[in-house]
């Protein structure tokens, strides 16, 4: 199946694509747990870090806890390459982690404008996008909606999980010489 199948609705952009040129994006490298799958638009978990200190990530599962510290980004689509059987990129795939950007996501239920992201964790929620909470749903650190849309729609998700890459200095430095 080709990416192009992937294509939800006429909003112009696809689950996982990068959707907003104009913001700066920071995309890290990641890998794909063993025996384990991840789709496109889809925030993933860390489960390691691998030998060229790439992310080694998983789709979430029932009774995940998401937090910051584990959290891995959103997968970014891949137009290069095929989503194997149509479910995401298999065990061992080398895959991009938008970190920071704006990325398309298909979503389960309305959104507003600036509503936080919650994605499914248990059984019966598992791969639902919606911008409000609910039993078996997990907030999204350092994400939020960034334009309305309606269920079953493509929406644009806002990433910051990247720390202020600004250092100060001047901490750094005698008290008395700044």
Do not use: C, W
């Amino acid at each position: 199946m080709s990416q192009t199948a992937l294509r939800d609705s006429r909003r112009g952009f696809y689950a996982g694509q990068i959707v907003t040129e104009l913001m700066p994006a920071i995309i890290r490298a990641g890998s794909v747990a063993a025996n384990k799958k991840v789709t496109p638009g889809q925030p993933v978990i860390i489960t390691g870090q691998g030998p060229t200190a790439e992310l080694v990530v998983r789709d979430l599962e029932d009774g995940d806890t998401l937090t910051a510290a584990n959290f891995g980004g959103f997968v970014r689509l891949d137009t290069l390459r095929t989503n194997e059987t149509g479910v995401g990129y298999e065990g061992g795939r080398s895959v991009s982690l938008v970190e920071m950007g704006v990325i398309g996501v298909k979503v389960t239920d309305d959104v507003n404008f600036r509503d936080p992201v919650y994605v499914g964790v248990a059984t019966a929620t598992l791969g639902q996008i919606q911008g409000a909470p609910a039993s078996g749903f997990a907030k999204v650190p350092g994400a939020r909606f960034y334009q309305a849309a309606s269920a079953n729609e493509l929406a644009k998700v806002q990433v910051f999980l990247v720390e202020d890459p600004v250092v100060d200095h001047r901490i750094a430095l005698d008290p008395q010489q700044v």
